[in-house]
């Protein structure tokens, strides 16, 4: 048990299974937790199933030890996985007993890993309890049914050389496991901009959410590579990611970014239902790393059901197995002292054992793994048992980030100036910093660690670097930066080291491209900067971080407890590492060095009515070096995207009336990237707006929440489900907005359901959004009102009511809101765009019933958005008398074959301040023109015969003709065949 544990296990329960005394048994590392004996158990149904990974002891450990040392130093290349295999996995012959064992047993599903480091299996709580000699109990930890091992767990001594570990029996560090997103505050974009006093420069410093293009200054990538020839990658779990991928395109679209290829590897299969919680989680991983790099050459998700250490095992496992991604992010983590063991392996770790072999696997490929060092300051995230901390759990670090072959990124609040360069960073006050209870220091770090503590202890310290993670103060009630990203469609902020981590992992990129990924571990190269390696000695390129701290440690000169060495100078640390010998090898030309390719793209339509069917192919497009083009990236201009490696893209269907910018970008495989190449396809027909029920702008993936701020009240009252914008003909001056949830048969008090939207050309200062909203904070029955949301530097959303509503606002009890403004109020006109459009249902405090003070102070519940603005058409376009005319007149209704005539369109009508723009001929011959601006089409009739002319009309808004305009011609001569 961890030394820190003073809980006793509820009984030893070896005598009590069936067959224990007739087997001599060893113990063996797994998630034994220590429950109190306030709390109360019962046996886990013996029928529940478990999903289970058997860890197995690696071969010539001391060898392995010394290769990886050797790694370290820069005298031996990285293995390749085959060698590695071959080398130090676990032969046949010791992965056979194992498997016939758990088959003798009754488990199912049974399959050894690529590398025979792990097997898995599928059995029932009663297979699991005869197989390691243990009881399984059920209770309740932080709220929520959790089961683990009441006591030891082994294994039948003659495993006891081969099993190194078990998981999968309990799930109790799942639940316990603290992701940094839950602190997701909903800072749209921009709005969190505020000035702070003067830096000593004369620069202001500024709290803002922070773009990928404001991080790239802030840290200085300057005319550095891009990450465009690095594969990177990302553990994740619970969902299909679909949303989470959505996310990511529209935040490419946003912020002008590639789009990149993107694959998921499922590891273990998708739950049902799917967990979509953590997709805030996964949205900040891949867009933090992703936007910081600017372009990689692809993007693995290695995805699991859960966050449990078994389906994780595999996840990690995986990623050495495949051995494609250079560097992957783990923004997760659970408290170091919860990993229960009396027993090191032979890699020197407690606990921890199978993680660290994987994690050692792929050092010794030549692969970094990145992981957050915690959102807990010095202490860790506490498990909880009925709502009662676990005594004895004093300053602690959380693993994997913790381990010592693992790189472990603290938090630091960033500050900028206006033009976003970079003034300072304060050690983030939330940031996981420590030393180990249970991991040895590796060499690379022995040395400052036994300096900086004057300790002969030789544990693990964290964390290595540190990057930006959130405000300054509790809760982030204070200065710094978030990161802007996107969530469930929605601009959101976030903070914490799940911000950190990602950072690092987006630089890390941008270096190992230069060097065409000839770089290893990222942890020792690192702290092979710091050439003295002495008290306050900094590691070259490194920003060191002087000033704050995280509870217990203070930040200061050089490597300390709260940062590490600090964050990335981007181009400083590539000097630095050229000026160290980690110079690109002799043929490698960095993406940034490497010819653009030439994007080219044909489409079959550049005008046509919805829906209208458009095929792209971009095969013309072409490489001056004659290089392989690797990706097409296409975005069809209605927040809809292709990413593929083959040119001839997918037809897309226009649904949405209006002009659209069609944007295709191609990589070649030198991670150079083409200029994008924009065409435009205007859509004609009735505007969405003015359909029933509005343009459908935003919906909400099922059981998607952005973050966990606030409680699901459970009566569907905060569940969202669409938001729609109308501009009825019938409402003239009137804008419409829908919110949908899932009922609302009883209004629950103290809730605010609003709709966000900014204008796009807003004059500054912008800080805040629009908004509507019904609130039921502010008395017995809802209110309705608008007004402007502004975030203050706490990152707290705050409303300041401007007016009523339209009295025609009501909601339904089926969950159906109805908000109707006036356009006047925020001086609306027709052409005027709305952006940041986005849906939330929040828990509020009232309003200032003046109206002068923004008072009311709340929490998300759920929000989605939408990825494309809304453009306003005007009421009267929405009335069915606003389509133009079209008429039709011929040079000649009659003639002997062949006989040319020449229609005109000229004398078509337009609605009052429209103007017709578009025309369509049918000639009735079974051959037309496509859409035109011109008013005239010639035809030459060839065969006699009688034949309806016919004319189509749009305005410039869009809108077609109600009817065509039809001409008869008569044809003499010869009859057609």
Not at 340 to 365: P, Y
Not at 528 to 550: E, M, R, Y
Not at 669 to 687: C, F, H, Q, R, Y
Not at 702 to 727: L, R
Request: hydrophobic letters at 40%; glycine letters at 10%; proline letters at 6%.
């Amino acid at each position: 048990m961890p030394k820190n544990a003073v809980l006793a296990f509820l009984c030893s329960v070896t005598s009590l299974i069936p067959g224990a005394l007739a087997q001599s048994w060893v113990p063996v590392p797994a998630k034994t937790l220590s429950v109190s004996s306030t709390v109360a158990t019962t046996p886990a149904p013996a029928n529940q199933t478990l999903s289970i990974v058997v860890g197995l002891r690696l071969q010539n450990v001391s060898s392995l030890q010394a290769f990886l040392q050797a790694l370290r130093g820069g005298k031996s290349t990285p293995l390749t996985h085959a060698q590695f295999v071959s080398e130090y996995s676990p032969t046949a012959s010791q992965v056979q007993p194992v498997v016939d064992y758990l088959t003798s047993i009754g488990f199912s599903n049974i399959q050894v890993s690529e590398d025979n480091l792990l097997v898995s299996a599928q059995g029932t709580v009663a297979q699991a309890q005869q197989a390691f000699n243990t009881s399984i109990v059920d209770f309740t930890l932080s709220g929520k049914p959790a089961y683990a091992p009441a006591g030891p767990v082994m294994v039948p001594s003659s495993l006891g050389n081969i099993v190194l570990q078990v998981a999968g029996l309990s799930n109790a560090t799942e639940i316990g496991r603290k992701l940094s997103a839950s602190q997701n505050l909903q800072i749209m974009g921009r709005s969190s901009t505020f000035t702070m006093n003067p830096s000593a420069g004369g620069a202001d410093l500024s709290i803002a959410g922070l773009t990928p293009g404001d991080l790239r200054t802030a840290y200085d990538a300057g005319i550095t590579s891009t990450g465009g020839n690095t594969v990177v990658a990302v553990v994740s779990a619970g969902s299909d990611l679909q949303q989470v991928i959505s996310d990511l395109r529209q935040f490419e679209l946003e912020n002008q970014l590639p789009l990149i290829p993107v694959e998921v590897h499922q590891v273990v299969p998708v739950p049902n239902p799917q967990d979509n919680s953590g997709d805030g989680e996964w949205d900040l991983d891949s867009e933090s790393i992703t936007g910081l790099a600017y372009n990689v050459k692809k993007l693995i998700f290695y995805n699991t059901a859960s966050l449990n250490d078994s389906d994780l095992l595999l996840a990690n496992d995986a990623f050495a197995t495949e051995n494609i991604a250079k560097v992957g992010n783990m923004s997760y983590g659970g408290c170091e002292d919860t990993e229960d063991s009396t027993l090191k392996d032979e890699l020197g770790s407690v606990g921890t054992n199978v993680f660290d072999e994987v994690f050692a696997e792929a050092v010794a490929q030549g692969q970094t793994w990145s992981a957050s060092s915690g959102d807990a300051g010095a202490a860790c995230g506490v498990l909880v048992n009925l709502a009662t901390p676990d005594q004895g759990v004093p300053s602690s670090v959380e693993y994997p980030a913790s381990s010592p072959e693992v790189l472990a990124v603290g938090g630091t609040s960033l500050f900028v100036n206006s033009t976003y360069n970079y003034v300072t960073e304060l050690a983030w006050d939330a940031g996981g910093g420590g030393t180990s209870n249970l991991e040895p220091a590796p060499t690379w770090q022995f040395n400052d660690q036994a300096v900086l503590t004057g300790s002969a202890a030789g544990l693990r310290a964290v964390p290595d670097i540190s990057m930006a993670a959130g405000p300054e103060g509790a809760a982030g009630a204070g200065v710094g930066t978030y990161a802007a990203v996107v969530v469930n469609g929605a601009d959101a902020g976030v903070l914490g080291t799940s911000w950190s981590s990602p950072l690092n992992v987006g630089a890390w990129a941008r270096l190992e491209s230069a060097r065409c990924n000839n770089l290893a571990f990222e942890a020792p190269i690192i702290y092979g900067l710091d050439t003295t390696q002495q008290p306050g000695s900094s590691a070259t390129g490194f920003h060191d971080v002087l000033l704050g701290g995280n509870g217990e440690y203070a930040a200061g000169p050089g490597w300390d407890y709260t940062t590490g060495y600090g964050s990335f100078d981007i181009a400083f640390v590539d000097a630095a590492l050229n000026s160290a010998g980690y110079t690109a090898p002799a043929g490698c030309v960095p993406p940034n060095l490497v010819p653009a390719p030439k994007a080219a793209l044909a489409m079959t339509n550049a005008v046509g009515v919805a829906p209208l069917a458009v095929t792209f192919d971009a095969s013309g497009s072409s490489d001056p070096a004659g290089r392989a083009l690797t990706n097409f990236g296409l975005d069809y201009g209605d927040g809809s995207v292709a990413v593929q490696a083959i040119p001839r893209l997918p037809s897309h269907t226009y649904t949405t009336t209006g002009t659209h910018t069609v944007s295709l970008q191609v990589t070649n495989s030198g991670g150079a990237l083409s200029a994008p190449l924009s065409k435009t396809i205007t859509v004609l027909g009735t505007p969405p707006g003015c359909a029933a029920g509005g343009d459908v702008l935003i919906q909400a993936t099922p059981g998607q929440f952005s973050g966990t701020q606030g409680q699901d009240i459970g009566n569907g009252t905060d569940v969202v489900q669409y938001g729609s914008i109308a501009e009825p003909a019938n409402m003239p001056g009137e804008l419409v907005f829908t919110i949908k949830v899932n009922n609302l048969s009883t209004v629950q008090p103290g809730f605010r359901w609003m709709f966000f939207f900014d204008v796009a050309g807003r004059p500054a200062p912008n800080t805040g959004y629009y908004y509507v909203a019904m609130v039921s904070s502010d008395g017995p029955s809802p209110v309705f009102n608008y007004g402007y949301r502004t975030v203050n530097a706490g990152g707290f959303g705050q409303f300041q009511v401007l007016g009523s509503l339209n009295a025609a606002s009501t909601y339904d009890p089926d969950g159906t809101i109805t908000l109707v403004l006036d356009k006047s109020a925020f001086g609306l006109a027709t052409g005027n765009q709305l952006t940041h459009l986005d849906v939330e249902t929040r828990t509020s405090a009232p309003d200032d019933l003046t109206g002068t003070t923004s008072a009311g102070v709340g929490l998300t519940q759920e929000s989605a958005g939408a990825a494309v603005p809304y453009t306003l058409v005007g009421n009267a376009t929405c009335s069915s008398t606003a389509a133009p005319v079209a008429h039709l007149s011929a040079s000649a209704t009659q003639g002997k074959a062949p006989l040319a005539v020449t229609l005109s369109g000229s004398s078509s009508l337009a609605a009052s301040g429209a103007n017709v723009t578009y025309y369509q001929f049918t000639f009735g011959d079974g051959t037309s023109t496509a859409w035109q601006t011109s008013a005239t089409a010639q035809h030459t009739y060839s065969a006699a015969g009688t034949y309806t002319a016919s004319l189509q009309v749009a305005d410039n808004r869009g809108l077609v003709s109600s009817s065509a305009s039809n001409v008869t011609i008569a044809i003499t001569g010869k009859p057609a065949r």
